[in-house]
């Protein structure tokens, strides 16, 4: 079990909670809950690590147990040891993974290493890993998804949502109305944990582009002239030397204009750019044509100039009695209309 105020396990994994550069550093961010866990797992997300407080074991058996044997499953694993599942000790269940760069082992010959996966925390430590006050006593770290091109089909872009709360609710209803690949230019962490709760889960049913101000992963940090650029093609250089995008939905512009040139990709592939605006066109009285990417503005400033520029037409979502829904509403409502089932 997992004890002492300054764990060093703890620590590196409750750095996630606050430091959106230690989530990009270790391309990791945090689960918390049974429901987010769980829906994690079978959405096939891998769990670098689990945490549950201690005592709670028997209610998270079923599971740790699905855990482990997803875990045991994926490729590389050799076996799992040191656990009990349903009964009064979880032990850290003990998945045998190379891991890579780890050990300079090779061929044949080569020994897996023994990685825990599941780790009891005692009462008084659990807190560190939680962001809600109360915390239901399970939390796991996942890995970063990889980003995929545009895949086709409906995509929506978010233009300065920087409410987590709005980004993960507009990320729950881009989900649930088909909308499968998420812009998000200057926009709060998608993978934030206020953010990821809003999401209810659907961030692992979504295809996210981070496309300007996320945290510098390692691969940024200031090494040498010699030193390779970044290998993450939404991390685009701004030098005549760097490499580039190879989504073609990410092309270049202009200096100024840069976080949204991916647009330019998206209208060459036959993708209509809709800005929501209150001063926009009724949306009930839109007819698609085709695939739609809907451009939604943060509360304070609205959809930028800049994406603007790029509309083939602008809509909005008509009330009555109040002047504007707030993005996360409108935006919501505005996929729900252009919905094409």
């Known amino acids: 079990m997992l004890t002492g105020k300054d764990n060093a396990t703890v620590k590196r994994y ?70 009990t599942v349903g009964g009064s000790d979880i032990g850290g269940a003990i998945v045998d993974v190379p891991e890579i760069g780890a050990s300079d082992l090779g061929g044949a010959d080569a020994v897996p290493i023994r990685r825990r996966v599941v780790f009891e925390v005692a009462e008084t430590l659990f807190s560190k890993l939680c962001d809600t006050a109360t915390p239901q006593g399970i939390v796991a770290a996942a890995r970063i998804p990889a980003e995929r091109p545009y895949g086709g089909g409906d995509a929506l872009v978010l233009d300065g949502v920087r409410d987590p709360g709005n ?5 729950r209803s881009a989900a649930g109305f088909g909308f499968k690949d998420v812009y998000l230019i200057n926009c709060a962490d998608v993978y934030a944990p206020k953010a990821v709760r809003s999401s209810m889960s659907a961030i692992f049913n979504v295809n996210p582009h981070i496309i300007a101000c996320r945290p510098k992963p390692a691969c940024h940090s200031e090494r040498s002239e010699k030193s390779q650029p970044c290998a993450d093609p939404c991390h685009i ?13 990410h092309t270049e512009r202009s200096e100024e204009s840069q976080p949204y040139a991916f647009l330019d990709g998206l209208k060459r592939q036959g993708v209509q750019i809709l800005v929501a605006d209150m001063d926009g066109a009724d ?41 504007s829904l707030n993005a996360a509403v409108a935006g919501s409502v505005m996929m729900f209309f252009l919905n094409d089932k």
């Open 14 to 83: 409750a750095a996630l909670l606050k430091d959106g550069k230690a989530r990009a550093a270790q391309n990791l961010f945090l689960l918390e809950g049974g429901r987010l866990v769980a829906d994690a797992v079978r959405a096939g997300a891998e769990l670098e690590a689990v945490f549950v407080r201690e005592g709670e074991q028997g209610r998270f058996s079923d599971l740790i147990a699905e855990i482990i044997l997803r875990e045991r499953a994926r490729p590389g694993a050799a076996s799992v040891g040191g656990v």
């Open 167 to 171: 980004l993960g609710t507009l990320i």
């Open 237 to 249: 250089e701004r030098s005549e030397e760097s490499q580039h995008c190879a989504d073609p939905g």
């Open 283 to 323: 949306v009930r009285g839109y007819r698609k044509k085709g695939p739609v990417a809907v451009i939604i503005g943060g509360e304070a400033r609205g959809v930028s100039q800049e994406a603007r520029g790029f509309a083939d037409a602008v809509l909005s979502v008509r009330t009555a009695n109040i002047e």
